[in-house]
C-alpha cells in the first residue's frame, strides 16, 4: 500500500486525497490486483462493533475510506487527524472517470430493478464511453451463485455493489475469490443518487461537512440511524 493510513478506534482508515486513493485504485486495477474497499462511517463501524463476523470481514479489506464526517471528527478528537472525508459516492464517480480514461470495465449490483437500471442509464449519459458490461438489481439471496456467475463471465474490472451494510460487504466476502482479479467496492445508496431517486447535498452543504443532516432534513427516517453519532464521538473521547 502506497498510502498513508491512521488508526481510529482500532481501524486503520486511509488519510489522503482522493486523486492518491484513485491513483492507488488505478495502479491495482493496471496490475489486475484484486481489491476490496470499504467505505465507512460511524453507523458501519458501530455495527461491526455489535457483530464480530462483520468485523473480521472488515479486516479483510484492503482499504477502508472515512466515508463519513463522524470518521474525520473522530480521528481529531484522537490527536491522529485523517486529512478528509473520502465521500464514497465522490470515489464512484472518479472511478468512472478512471475506468473511461484507462478502459477499465464497469458491473453495477443493487439498488431495486428500476432504479438500477435509470443508474446504468444516467452513468452512461453522464460518460459516454464508460463500458458497463452489465448490472443486476439488489433483491436476491446471499447464497445465489448467479449473481457471481453472471458478473465472471463479464470479467469486469470495476464491481460497484450497492447492497447497503453489512450486505454489500457479505457479499464481496463471499464471492470475490472466485475472480482473479476486480476493484470490489460497497458503494451503499450510491446508486440511488445516480438514479435520482434520492438527492444529494447541494455543495455549500458538503463543503461545510453537513451532509449528514441535510439527509435526515430531507429523509427524517434516518433519525435512529444517525444516533449512532454522537455515540461514535463519544467513545473516541473516552479512547484519547
Known amino acids: 500500500m502506497n498510502l498513508d493510513t491512521v488508526n481510529v478506534l482500532g481501524t486503520e482508515f486511509i488519510t489522503g486525497s482522493m486523486d492518491a486513493l484513485v491513483a492507488e485504485m488505478d495502479e491495482r486495477l493496471s ?20 457483530d464480530k463476523a462483520y468485523a473480521e470481514i472488515l479486516n479483510k479489506a484492503d482499504y477502508i475510506t472515512p466515508d463519513g464526517i463522524g470518521i474525520v471528527i473522530g480521528s481529531k478528537i ?29 458491473y453495477f449490483l443493487g439498488a431495486k430493478p428500476d432504479v438500477i437500471e435509470r ?11 464508460l463500458n458497463i458490461v452489465g448490472y443486476h438489481h439488489g433483491f436476491f439471496d446471499l447464497n445465489d451463485p448467479s449473481i457471481m456467475a453472471d458478473i465472471k463471465s463479464k470479467s469486469p474490472d470495476i464491481i460497484l455493489v450497492g447492497l447497503g451494510f453489512p450486505r454489500q460487504e457479505q457479499w464481496i466476502d463471499k464471492y470475490r475469490r472466485q475472480m482473479t482479479k476486480g476493484l470490489f467496492i460497497g458503494v451503499g445508496g450510491s446508486f440511488d443518487v445516480l438514479a435520482g431517486e434520492v438527492k444529494r447535498a447541494p455543495l455549500v452543504w458538503r463543503k461545510a461537512n453537513l451532509e449528514w443532516l441535510y439527509r435526515l432534513i430531507n429523509q ?7 444516533l449512532v453519532l454522537p455515540v461514535y464521538l463519544i467513545k473516541a473521547y473516552k479512547a484519547r
Open 31 to 50: 496490475q489486475k490486483q484484486q481489491t476490496f474497499v470499504v467505505t465507512a462511517n460511524p453507523e458501519i463501524m458501530m455495527y461491526a462493533e455489535k
Open 78 to 106: 484522537l490527536k491522529r487527524p485523517i486529512q478528509e472525508r473520502l465521500a464514497g459516492y465522490d470515489l464512484v464517480h472518479q472511478l468512472f472517470t478512471l475506468a473511461v480514461d484507462k478502459g477499465y470495465s464497469v
Open 119 to 129: 443508474a446504468s442509464a444516467y452513468a452512461q449519459q453522464l460518460y459516454p464511453r
Open 220 to 226: 427524517p427516517s434516518r433519525w435512529r440511524r444517525m
